[in-house]
């Protein structure tokens, strides 16, 4: 299909309604972004250091990887499913509507990037004056998982290095992937448009409640820097060997959790930089996911909220969180969820109202 004059005409105005519609979502950022960075100028001085590394990471994510795979996956579809119907399709998956929604949302991605970026700087923040919580937190996962430190019950269950593998690529590959590609799907989709602000206003509340607020007001570092925060090494020292084992393996989380510690000791930002694990950001993210899926697809619903499981019991396995850290994550998404549904702002832009933006009467 070869654009004309009508078809860019209708592009831009229907890229720029789409945009418009989005727009509580450019103000939250920037307020986020803005009072985030006065916080962290008060407390460490502000750094330009995460936006430098978030912002390459970014634009090769959102204006090369995801986009080839949208396209890739949908080019695909086309010419194994369809045979005397595919320019049609084609014509479809470039029309001007779903290009303006594609447009749209990737600069909606671009600017999510300065609020990932203040998030790490606030998460870098946040323990200048030490983890205080552990050894309050790990007791009281011990006091409700009878008298026993949950690692132990779960190890109870397998030790196996292949299983570890399985954990490790799930919770430091998959995650990321489902979770921002859920994530870009409901940013550049014109099919996501009655739920887009509802979901990206949760997904950043989840961010700012879990990460930032609850992780700051009771700040712990997890069961894998016990040892470093409380000088009691022995009562994960067993969970750390187990885990060590497995240092070789590409994905290693002992690789991942020793590059963390290496950040904070050296003052350095990186990507993921800043420990904190009370609440849990796996856990939340993973359960927000499941109840915008269960809205749409019960079935499917329900294998997401199997996986919000899977994804507590990986953080506990792995030594990255205290039971409780997923247990509290769980109501505090709840809750922002059912919150966020009754907000005025995060009600969709009707159709009829966005038509008359994209084509305003002459």
Not at 59 to 77: D, E, H, Q, S, T
Request: charged content about 15%.
């Amino acid at each position: 299909m070869v654009p004309n004059r009508a078809y860019m005409s209708a592009l831009v105005h229907e890229t720029v309604a789409v945009t418009k519609s989005n727009r509580i979502l450019f103000i939250l950022i920037a307020l986020y972004a803005l009072t985030g960075s006065v916080y962290v100028w008060a407390t460490v001085g502000f750094s330009l250091d995460p936006y430098r590394v978030y912002g390459w990471l970014w634009l090769k994510n959102y204006l090369l990887i995801f986009p080839v795979a949208l396209f890739g996956a949908g080019a695909i579809r086309i010419i194994l499913r369809l045979d005397e119907r595919r320019k049609l399709a084609f014509r479809h998956m470039f029309s001007s509507r779903r290009m303006a929604h594609f447009l749209a949302g990737t600069v909606l991605m671009l600017a999510l990037m300065p609020f990932q970026a203040t998030f790490t700087a606030i998460k870098n923040a946040l323990s200048v004056n030490g983890f205080l919580y552990d050894e309050v937190q790990a007791n009281i996962d011990k006091l409700i998982h009878f008298d026993t430190d949950p690692w132990q019950l779960l190890f109870r269950l397998t030790d196996s290095q292949a299983f570890l593998c399985l954990v490790e690529v799930n919770y430091m590959v998959v995650w990321f992937v489902l979770c921002f590609g859920i994530l870009y799907w409901v940013a550049v989709s014109p099919n996501t448009s009655g739920f887009r602000v509802r979901y990206i206003i949760t997904f950043m509340l989840v961010w700012f409640v879990v990460g930032n607020l609850l992780a700051g007001a009771f700040i712990s570092a997890g069961p894998v820097y016990y040892g470093h925060v409380t000088g009691d090494f022995a009562r994960f020292g067993d969970q750390l060997e187990l885990l060590a084992r497995n240092e070789g393996h590409f994905n290693a989380a002992v690789k991942y959790q020793n590059y963390l510690w290496l950040l904070r000791e050296n003052n350095v930002t990186g990507l993921g930089s800043g420990i904190s694990a009370f609440p849990s950001v796996h856990v939340a993210l993973t359960m927000m996911n499941a109840l915008f899926v269960y809205e749409f697809n019960r079935k499917l619903g329900w294998a997401f909220f199997a996986y919000t499981a899977f994804i507590v019991f990986s953080s506990v396995y792995l030594a990255w969180h205290y039971a409780i850290d997923g247990y509290v994550a769980i109501p505090v998404t709840l809750a922002l969820y059912y919150a966020v549904r009754n907000l005025p702002i995060a009600r969709p832009v009707p159709q009829d109202r966005e038509t008359a933006i994209a084509h305003p009467a002459s």
